[in-house]
């Protein structure tokens, strides 16, 4: 039986050797090839390096959470001038850690996959077991790839092992690229058995990932691609194999499996090699039982276009974090600071905000701090609110919020966090939880898409509303927010509210990036317009365009949201590593703008 936790494997069952390039992998498997395949339970522990090197530090245990969701245009990271600065301020250098970080990281599961693939081909095992393993590293080796491309664009590309003398690949164009990709996981969905185990590759995981990818291609400009797209996407949905959860919180407690909408995704267990360190990067500081950075917020124009679009939307309790119990630095609940709790045991951020009271109460050794929040209820546009407005006199607090979070020097929480990484119960950096990579709310909110893009806008509001309806059925009661679509829309109208609804539902999660351009530049400008059309952030910005600042709002470009400026933050840079060290590849092979 599969274990549900990835290994990594080292001396003892795997050796990979050291190298410059992460193009050159050049695994050699201890003992010799064949004996590392002689048995199918040395080749499922090969199997499961390989999903291993998925799930690590360079994989989605890190990078591919922390890079995706700064780097979208919808994070936050102190401005103080380092690198996770200037890729949150989408203005990457190639020079980055944590983009070589994600490029090593894929490039690694390529390598082994393509190792083990040319190996198991060779092995001696009965070929109904070499057939689904075999389809197991495809599925790995192309979602790999699809991730690169998405990211990347054109790369270096190969589908065999390495030699140490042979790693010197210029890049490839991505069409190419996904041709691979398509055939990977058609190969998978045609050899992988129908039962499916939680964390491993699947057959209908597969063509729902052809759909995605069919309808990534679309988006970019084939509109063959769209009819592709559809017969994937219909032919899961008809399977009725995947089905969204009730709650959309119960997605996020820790040790998720079993999930009917969970298409793909990483398991991890606190004492394995493979570790999801999310809670580690976004968990506020002290606000756990283990250690937190808190290296990652939400913005604040993604926190209030969420809110003020869906007011009531049980996901954004879910999604985003303001306030939370203090912890000693042991990982130890704060002692309580009064003789009964008061919000001086809290930590609040943004939209809300502690002031003191000038009362102190008897017995206490401490005024009185009072908590108020944005009422973005009240306001003439809640979607994005007004200092002018929220400091007119009318609303409790808000003076405070206002000079704590929009004054000069900043604050640390004038931001809210993301809370769906962060795990209460943490050990060390260690989370347990587990991340999905692909949910089925996302297939049905891109299936609405390509049905409005093939004119039948109406199915296409039916599917949307799926996962609408879940939203309004997730709170302890029912709520009439987010609201189904009117059927007057038009199709542009619709393209736009699928385009911000896949916003909304997966903020917090590793698809971020690539779902801000998903749509190219036309929607990129719209999305990262929300942040430099917002009245706090030119407020915020203004006030601290002076002299060095950790705490301040981005504007982006300044101000100048160009199709220049949109075209280079389609993709990140190729990492200057790749660059010194793949003679096939120089600078001047970097993507446009870089």
């Not at 380092?82 to 970080?101: E, F, G, V």
């Not at 690949?169 to 499916?196: C, G, H, M, S, Y």
């Not at 001086?344 to 939209?351: G, I, K, V």
């Not at 949307?464 to 987010?482: C, I, K, N």
Request: hydrophobic share 35%; aromatic share 12%.
């Amino acid at each position: 039986m599969k274990t549900l936790k990835y290994i990594l494997l080292f001396a003892g069952v795997l050796s990979f050797s050291a190298c410059n390039s992460w193009l050159d992998e050049d695994p050699e498997y201890s003992i010799n090839t064949n004996t590392a395949f002689a048995t199918k339970e040395s080749a499922q522990m090969a199997l499961q390096g390989c999903y291993g090197y998925m799930a690590n530090d360079n994989g989605y245990g890190q990078a591919w959470q922390e890079l995706m969701i700064s780097a979208s245009g919808f994070g936050w990271y102190q401005t103080n001038g380092n690198d996770q600065d200037d890729y949150t301020s989408l203005r990457a250098i190639p020079a980055s850690t944590l983009i070589n970080m994600a490029w090593t990281g894929m490039y690694k599961v390529i390598g082994e996959t393509n190792a083990f693939i040319a190996n198991m081909e060779e092995s001696p095992l009965d070929e109904s077991v070499k057939t689904s393993m075999l389809a197991e590293a495809k599925f790995l080796r192309a979602l790999a790839y699809y991730n690169v491309v998405t990211t990347w664009g054109d790369a270096p590309f190969k589908t065999t092992p390495s030699a140490s003398d042979a790693v010197a690949l210029p890049r490839v164009e991505k069409a190419t690229i996904l041709a691979q990709v398509e055939k990977d996981w058609t190969d998978a969905f045609n050899d992988l058995p129908e039962k499916a185990t939680d964390g491993f590759a699947s057959k209908w995981a597969a063509k729902a990932f052809l759909g995605k990818l069919y309808y990534t291609i679309a988006a970019q400009g084939d509109q063959a691609a769209w009819e592709k797209a559809k017969a994937c996407f219909d032919e899961v949905y008809n399977k009725g194999i995947y089905a969204l959860q009730p709650k959309f919180g119960d997605l996020f407690a820790n040790n998720v499996t079993g999930s009917k909408e969970s298409i793909f995704q990483m398991n991890y267990a606190v004492s394995g090699v493979s570790r999801n360190r999310g809670s580690w990067l976004f968990a506020p500081t002290n606000s756990t039982t283990g250690k937190s950075w808190s290296r990652i917020r939400a913005s604040k124009a993604l926190y209030d276009y969420f809110r003020g679009t869906y007011p009531g939307d049980a996901r954004l309790e879910v999604t985003f974090q303001s306030k939370w119990r203090n912890y000693t630095a042991n990982g130890q609940v704060a002692a309580q600071v009064e003789p009964v709790p008061s919000a001086r045991d809290t930590t609040y951020a943004y939209p809300l905000v502690s002031y003191d009271s000038k009362e102190t109460p008897e017995g206490w050794s401490k005024s009185k701090l009072l908590v108020a929040e944005i009422p973005y209820e009240q306001l003439p546009d809640p979607a994005n609110p007004s200092a002018k407005e929220l400091s007119s006199g009318k609303y409790a607090g808000m003076d405070e919020l206002v000079k704590k979070y929009l004054e000069n020097t900043g604050d640390n929480q004038g931001w809210p966090y993301f809370k769906k990484p962060i795990d209460q119960v943490v050990s060390a950096q260690n989370s347990h939880k587990n991340i999905f990579i692909y949910r089925y709310a996302d297939m049905l909110l891109m299936m609405a898409d390509v049905y409005n893009e093939l004119g039948d806008k109406n199915k296409a509001i039916d599917l949307a509303d799926e996962v609408l309806s879940r939203a309004r059925q997730s709170g302890s009661q029912p709520s009439e927010q987010p609201a189904r679509w009117n059927s007057s829309l038009s199709k542009d109208q619709i393209k736009e509210k699928i385009y911000f609804e896949r916003i909304f539902e997966f903020s917090g999660e590793p698809g971020m990036y690539q779902i801000v351009r998903s749509r190219g530049t036309e929607m990129l400008k719209k999305a990262l317009e929300l942040n430099n059309n917002h009245e706090l952030v030119l407020l915020h910005n203004a006030n601290t365009a002076t002299g060095v600042n950790n705490f301040r709002d981005r504007y982006y470009n300044n101000g100048d949201l160009s199709e220049d400026f949109l075209k280079k933050n389609l993709l990140l840079p190729i990492p200057k590593n790749e660059i010194d060290t793949n003679s096939a590849i120089d600078f001047s092979d970097n993507n446009f703008g870089y």
